[in-house]
């Protein structure tokens, strides 16, 4: 199968098995990704890229985020439209990430600890709070995305994708 439609485009319904497949890609070119960027911050995957404000690293951060950003909400996007729910339910799911990278950057929630020669943001209680608040969130997309059965027949957004390999 071709990833590039999958990853790339907002059109039509996929099945689980496509979302999955998906996320398997997404995985895999952000391993590639961070293994390129690696030699060129000299960081572990454990340190904030936002430890000391806006650095290179973590703009460099920045834009991988952006750049995953499109592919998860293309397959998301598809898994939403054949299981036939709002779209709206992907602000919905990016929610707690874009509200925690924009605590690290601001410094709200988190403090700075260093550690061994390494500054890490470590959450404090309100941290922890919209944490502990974002992990139904992230819960209900796994279960609403990846583990529940699409439309059965055709429906708005296309043709069952499932009843295209019978």
């Given at each position: 199968?071709?990833?590039?439609?999958?990853?790339?485009?907002?059109e039509g319904r996929?099945?689980?098995?496509?979302?999955?497949?998906?996320?398997?890609?997404?995985?895999?070119?952000?391993?590639?990704?961070y293994a390129i960027?690696?030699?060129?911050?000299?960081?572990?995957?454990?340190?904030?890229?936002?430890?000391?404000?806006?650095?290179?690293?973590?703009?460099?951060?920045?834009?991988?985020?952006?750049?995953?950003?499109?592919?998860?909400?293309?397959?998301?996007?598809?898994?939403?439209?054949?299981?036939?729910?709002?779209?709206?339910?992907?602000?919905?799911?990016?929610?707690?990430?874009?509200?925690?990278?924009?605590?690290?950057?601001?410094?709200?929630?988190?403090?700075?600890?260093?550690?061994?020669?390494?500054?890490?943001?470590?959450?404090?209680?309100?941290?922890?709070?919209v944490s502990f608040?974002?992990?139904?969130?992230?819960?209900?997309?796994?279960?609403?995305?990846?583990?529940?059965?699409?439309?059965?027949?055709?429906?708005?957004?296309?043709?069952?994708?499932?009843?295209?390999?019978?």
């Open positions: 199968m071709n990833p590039i439609p999958l990853l790339t485009t907002f996929i099945s689980r098995s496509k979302l999955w497949l998906g996320v398997l890609y997404l995985m895999i070119l952000s391993a590639v990704f960027l690696y030699p060129f911050f000299g960081t572990d995957v454990f340190t904030s890229p936002y430890s000391d404000g806006l650095t290179a690293r973590a703009l460099a951060s920045l834009i991988a985020t952006a750049l995953f950003a499109w592919p998860s909400t293309a397959i998301a996007v598809k898994r939403l439209r054949d299981r036939n729910r709002p779209l709206w339910f992907v602000a919905f799911f990016w929610a707690p990430t874009v509200i925690m990278i924009l605590a690290q950057l601001t410094g709200v929630g988190y403090e700075r600890v260093q550690a061994q020669g390494e500054v890490y943001m470590v959450p404090d209680t309100l941290g922890m709070t608040l974002s992990l139904p969130v992230a819960l209900w997309a796994i279960v609403e995305l990846g583990f529940l059965k699409g439309t059965a027949g055709p429906n708005p957004h296309g043709p069952d994708p499932l009843a295209a390999k019978a």
